[in-house]
Each structure stands twice: as structure tokens, then as C-alpha cells.
């Protein structure tokens, strides 16, 4: 297949798993002539006809409701939601419905549906179009909250996202929509959920991130090689829940230190329980405090600004180096 | 109690209200068309939304009301911001994320707000403003006035729920809000028949027992008629409202796809913009004599000098500090 960027390589997750299982559906605003905003999933309404990529009104709320029916009955829905900022108009239905019917039913029913939404900023868009919101998902019982870091680990994980027996909300940055392009392989690839990846080894401080993010930790540990001589090592998350505690544990337990970027706010955010569950897993390495370098506890700022509010290398160099002189 | 009425005897037109009509037409045409070319020189962020083409609705609508009354929008709504009076220097400065913009350069163009001419604001989220048009409507009653509320909003939101739930709510609880609802037959590419099982947008005020009514969005002098009449009765004895405007927006649903040809062909828009609402204005203008060809010349160098001004305010308005991400959180 060659090199794709992010979007094709989604698309051709889509595009393999819906001619393996007749069974999988999408369904959004604007996904089928049109082919998405970003363009995700173009050219699937030509192969795959109206009733298989379904465009819906302009309605969230009976998106996510209808394809929580369809799962019930044997469907597997793949929901877009043009921007991450438009989901609370569903939330209900996400949080009510979709992650409680396998618990509310004592397992009669589940949701095998995936919801994809681009989600962060860096793209000098406004507000609801640059949140990072995964938090949210993150805290609710029977959901999984997947976010991939560059076209390889998108293509296998949402491959395994649509096969997933309980709804997955699988979040895509918009920075890295067309950033880079990855060798990707024909055939079709799938990776666990729930299981994090080393992107880089070192034995002096770990960074953990995911997502967009994950760039920004390997420029910061790429600076504190040369200029501290210190060997980072790097996590990429790719699912915030389950947390893979293991592999966090383990690298802290090696590192004695660690520090957790993402670009959600702060308080009550995904660092919190990361760096809680390195007490828990690594407590007795620990040299010094776990950091945190993410968003500010403020709603996200104008475009003029937004890389004040988003971390960069700058600042995860800093808090490392803190963390380092502790 | 609901309405079908497309073709409107247009009221008489004298030259002070041709030249305000035509002027605040022209001075959002003007803005619109700057601000798409300062976005194309990465000037201005977000992803930009052009009132092009549906100037007559805004500028009939507001011309209605009075200084005290309220307006409100949805993220098209550099038009509705500017017909209710905002200050086009302060418009375009916060286009461009700059600290002297009406939201300090925080918001950007989906989310104006201007206190001083009752503007509560741009909203990104389709069909989420309906229902704060009818708590304003609630207030407005609760303090004893007798001002009202225009909300406008596209066809998309009468897809959500929320439109639905405001409908039935100001219509139970009689609240002085007209709803406008600018059918320009398309909610991003999705054309309105393949989303609405009812397309007669005014038809759901049946539904609610409110009054409802289609008016020609391309005819600012119907809009103005049709708009006044509900605006004074709702002043009056509290009666909301759902007018229909049909319009049609002349550019793509945002800088994203600047034609917005993919999903319409090129002859449907080539047709629409025949019915051009600021040539429609200026032709009946010329043809009662109360507009000259010399006027319209005026008002065309009048808005053009206003538009720059804004944007040479803009270049020179400082971008916001730092520490402004952390203003306006809470009470500071
Ligand atoms: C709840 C929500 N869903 C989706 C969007 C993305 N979106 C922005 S505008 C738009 C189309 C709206 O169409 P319409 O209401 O007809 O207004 P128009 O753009 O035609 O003025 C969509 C889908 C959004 N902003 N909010
Ligand atoms: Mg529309």
C-alpha cells in the first residue's frame, strides 16, 4: 500500500472492515456524498451505497441513540461526530445508553459501535473545534476510550475498535489528520486495546503521552538527550481506558521518574489517575513527584493563543528537568 | 394561526430608509468579502462563515426592532452582529484574534458578543441558542418589558432537538420570541429534502399553535414587513413567532470549500445569485426613484471606507497577552 497519512489510513480501515463484515454501518452528518469533513470517509458511499454509510440530519443526539438500536439488534454502527466539541449534544445517549446496556440488561444486550471524533487543537480553530475531551469518556464504566498516534496505530486500532464487543469512543487528532505519512501495510492489521507501546527506551525519566502529544514527548526527550544527556523513555498510551497500568508501572519502576503530557485541561484530567496509578505500581522507585504538563484548567483560549494553552517541548523539557533537579 | 406566504407586496420605500437598507447591506457584503480575502492571507483563524447572499434577512429583521431589543445567532452571524450595530473595526479585530475584538480576541468570528447594542452573541453549536432566546423571552416578561428577541438560526437546527423543544416552550409559556429560521436549503453539504421529512420549515409552528409564516429572503423590504408585523404583536400581547426566510447563501459553508460547488451545481448557484438581495434593493430603489445611480455610488465608497478602517483597526489592535487565557474564567 505505501506511505498514508492518517485520514487514508482510516479510510482504509473502514473501507476493509466493512467489506469483511456486512454487518458494519456508518452513520453521521455529511459522511456519505459529501465523504466527511476531513474526509475520512470518502468514497465509501460509492462502494457501499446509501444504506451502509448513512447520511444523517444534523441531530447527535439520534446519531448515537439510533446506532445504540442497531447494536442492539446485531449491528456494529461506526457514528462520526464532526467535531469532538458537538458530542455533548449526545452525551446522554454515549453515557446512558451505549456504555451501560451490556450492565442495565445483565449482558442480554451490548453495543459493539464505535464513535469516532476528531478531537484537539493546533489547527488555529475555535473553541469547540480544539477541545480535548476524553477525559470525560474516560471516567464512564463500559466505554473504551482509544486515541491513536499516527496513521500505522489509527488503521490497526480502529481496526480492532469496529471488531471491539463494547462501544469504543475513538478520538482522532486533527493535527495529525495530514502531518505525517507511515508505511502501512495492505493487509488488513489489527493491535490490542487496552495496551500501550514504548515509543522510545531510556532508563532516567519516563514521559507518557498519546495522541498528538506523543510528538511533542519525543521532541522533549530528543532535547534532553543532547542537551542534558539523559535517556527518556516514552510511552504512547493509544487507549486512555483501560489504562495499561503495566506497562506505566514497569517503565517508572525502571525510570524512577516520570512526567504525563496531554492536551486535556488539568484538573481531574487523565494525569491524575496516571500518576495515581504509578503510586499505586511504582511507589517504592519514585524519586520524585509525578508531573503533569497538559492544558490549563481554562476553556480553550482563541487561536491567537492556543499554543500558550497547548503543551510544547518547551514546557515538557522544563517539567522534566524539575523533575530531574528534584 | 400558520401562514404560507412567499410573495409580499413590498411596502413603500421612501430614501432615508432605501439608503439605512441598502447601506447596512452593503457594509456586511463589503465585510464579508475583506474578511474572506484576509482569511486567504491567514490573517484571521477558525474556519470563517460568510453571510453572502442572505444580507436581506439580517438587515430587514433587525431594521425592525429598537435599540433595546435583543438579537441572537448562530456562528454565520458577522451579519446579524453588524445589522443589530456592533462596530465593524471591532467586528473584524475580533475576526482576526485581536485584543480590541468585541470578545477580547478570545472568541474569534463564531462567537461575537456586544453588550452595548443587546447582540447576546454567536453560537458554534447548531440549534444550541434556540433555547436562551427563550429564557431572554422569559426574562423580558418576568421584568415587566415589552422588548423582544429575534434568534436566528439555519435549516440544520430545525434538525435537533433543541429546535423542537424551544418551539413548544415559548409557545406554552407565551414569551415574546421570534424565531428566523434561514432556509438556505443546505446544512453544510447535506441539501434540506435528503434531512427534513418536512421542508415547509414555517409548517412546524402549526405543530406548536404559533404563528408561522415563509417569507422571500432575497426581498429585504418583505422580510422587514413580514418580521415588523410579528415583532409588534409580540411587543404587544407576547406572541412568538417562526418565520421561514428563504435565502441562499452565495459561498461554500465556510473557507473550507470557498465555492461550495461540490454539493450544489454550478447552475442552481448561478441561478440564486441572479437574485441577488443587494441588486433586488438597489433595482427597486432605482426603478421608484428614491435611490439615484449617485447614491448607491456613495453608499458603495462609504462601506469600502468603512471596511478598511476596520480592517486597518484590526492589523493595529495587539494581539491578546498571554495572560489573558486566564481572564473571565470566574468573576475576576
Ligand atoms: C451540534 C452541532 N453539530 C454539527 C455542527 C457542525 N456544523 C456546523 S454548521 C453545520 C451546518 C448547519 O447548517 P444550517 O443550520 O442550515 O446553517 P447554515 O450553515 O446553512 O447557515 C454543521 C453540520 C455544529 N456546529 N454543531
Ligand atoms: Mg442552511
Redesign the interface.
Known amino acids: 500500500m505505501g506511505k498514508l497519512n492518517m485520514v487514508k489510513a482510516l479510510n482504509l480501515a473502514l473501507l476493509q472492515e466493512m467489506e469483511r463484515d456486512d454487518g458494519v454501518v456508518i452513520i453521521g452528518e455529511d459522511v456519505g456524498v459529501d465523504g466527511g469533513v476531513f474526509r475520512v470517509t470518502e468514497d465509501l458511499h460509492r462502494q457501499f451505497g446509501g444504506t451502509r454509510v448513512i447520511d444523517s440530519p444534523l441531530a447527535e443526539a439520534a446519531i448515537i441513540g439510533t446506532a445504540v438500536g442497531m447494536a442492539l439488534y446485531g449491528l456494529k454502527p461506526i457514528c462520526e461526530i464532526q467535531f469532538s466539541g458537538f458530542a455533548f449534544q449526545c452525551f446522554h445517549q454515549i453515557e446512558n445508553h451505549a456504555a451501560r446496556y451490556r450492565a442495565r440488561s445483565q449482558g442480554r444486550f451490548h453495543c459493539q459501535m464505535v464513535l469516532r471524533m476528531p478531537y484537539g487543537g493546533g489547527v488555529r480553530a475555535l473553541e469547540h473545534h480544539t477541545e480535548s475531551e476524553e477525559q470525560f469518556y474516560a471516567h464512564i464504566p463500559g466505554l473504551k476510550m482509544v486515541i491513536p498516534s499516527g496513521p500505522r496505530t489509527a488503521r490497526a486500532l480502529l481496526a480492532s475498535a469496529i471488531r471491539d464487543p463494547d462501544p469504543v469512543i475513538f478520538f482522532e487528532s486533527k493535527a495529525l489528520y495530514h502531518a505525517a505519512k507511515e508505511e502501512v501495510p495492505d493487509e488488513i492489521e489489527t493491535m490490542p486495546i487496552g495496551r500501550a507501546r514504548i515509543d522510545r527506551e531510556g532508563r532516567d525519566l519516563t514521559l507518557i503521552a498519546y495522541g498528538a502529544m506523543l510528538r511533542v514527548a519525543r521532541e522533549a526527550a530528543e532535547v534532553l538527550r543532547e542537551e542534558d544527556g539523559v535517556e527518556v523513555e516514552v510511552i504512547d498510551l493509544l487507549t486512555v481506558s483501560p489504562l495499561d497500568r503495566e506497562t506505566i508501572s514497569a517503565s517508572v519502576q525502571k525510570t524512577g521518574r516520570a512526567v504525563v503530557v496531554h492536551e486535556a485541561s488539568r484538573n481531574f484530567g487523565p494525569g491524575a489517575e496516571i500518576a495515581a496509578s504509578i503510586m499505586e505500581g511504582a511507589f517504592l522507585s519514585l524519586e520524585a513527584p509525578v508531573r503533569r504538563v497538559t492544558a490549563y484548567d481554562v476553556p480553550f483560549v482563541g487561536f491567537a493563543r492556543e499554543w500558550v494553552h497547548i503543551p510544547d517541548a518547551a514546557r515538557v523539557v522544563s517539567a522534566a528537568r524539575d523533575t530531574l533537579a528534584y | 394561526m400558520a401562514q404560507a406566504k412567499t410573495t409580499i407586496l413590498s411596502p413603500r420605500l421612501d430614501a432615508v430608509l432605501a439608503r439605512r437598507l441598502l447601506g447596512q447591506m452593503a457594509l456586511i457584503r463589503r465585510f464579508e468579502e475583506k474578511a474572506a480575502e484576509m482569511y486567504a492571507l491567514g490573517k484571521i483563524?477558525?474556519?470563517l462563515h460568510l453571510y453572502i447572499g442572505q444580507e436581506a434577512v439580517a438587515v430587514g429583521a433587525t431594521s425592525t426592532l429598537r435599540p433595546d431589543d435583543y438579537a441572537v445567532s448562530s456562528y454565520r452571524e458577522h451579519g446579524h452582529c453588524l445589522a443589530k450595530g456592533s462596530d465593524p473595526r471591532r467586528v473584524m479585530a475580533e475576526l482576526?484574534?485581536?485584543r480590541d475584538g468585541l470578545?477580547k480576541?478570545?472568541?474569534?468570528?463564531?462567537?461575537l458578543f456586544d453588550k452595548s447594542v443587546n447582540f447576546l452573541g454567536g453560537h458554534?453549536?447548531?440549534?444550541?441558542h434556540l433555547p436562551l432566546a427563550a429564557g431572554a423571552g422569559f426574562a423580558i416578561n418576568y421584568q415587566g418589558g415589552d422588548q423582544v428577541v429575534l434568534c436566528f438560526f439555519g435549516d440544520?437546527?430545525v434538525?435537533?432537538?433543541e429546535f423542537h423543544e424551544a418551539m413548544n416552550l415559548v409557545a406554552l409559556w407565551k414569551l415574546p420570541v421570534i424565531y428566523i429560521c434561514e432556509n438556505n436549503r443546505y446544512?453544510?453539504?447535506?441539501a434540506i429534502h435528503?434531512?427534513?421529512a418536512q421542508t415547509e420549515i414555517w409548517r412546524f409552528a402549526e405543530t406548536y399553535g404559533i404563528h408561522g409564516e415563509a417569507v422571500d429572503g432575497m426581498d429585504v423590504l418583505a422580510v422587514r414587513e413580514c418580521v415588523g408585523r410579528v415583532v409588534e404583536r409580540a411587543r404587544r400581547d407576547k406572541t412568538p413567532a417562526l418565520i421561514e426566510a428563504r435565502t441562499y447563501r452565495f459561498r461554500g459553508h465556510s473557507m473550507?470549500d470557498p465555492a461550495g460547488a461540490?454539493?450544489r451545481t454550478r447552475e442552481e448557484v448561478e441561478r440564486e445569485k441572479q437574485r441577488d438581495p443587494i441588486a433586488l434593493l438597489t433595482a427597486r430603489g432605482l426603478k421608484d426613484g428614491v435611490l439615484s445611480e449617485a447614491d448607491v455610488r456613495a453608499i458603495e465608497q462609504n462601506v469600502a471606507d468603512a471596511v478598511d478602517e476596520a480592517v486597518a483597526f484590526a492589523e493595529a489592535s495587539p494581539?491578546?497577552p498571554?495572560s489573558?487565557?486566564?481572564t473571565d474564567?470566574y468573576k475576576d
Open positions: 483563524g477558525g474556519f482576526f484574534g485581536r470578545s480576541g478570545k472568541g474569534g468570528s463564531m462567537h458554534g453549536i447548531v440549534g444550541a440544520g437546527a434538525h435537533e432537538g446544512a453544510m453539504g447535506t435528503r434531512a427534513l473550507r461540490v454539493y494581539e491578546p498571554a489573558f487565557l486566564f474564567v
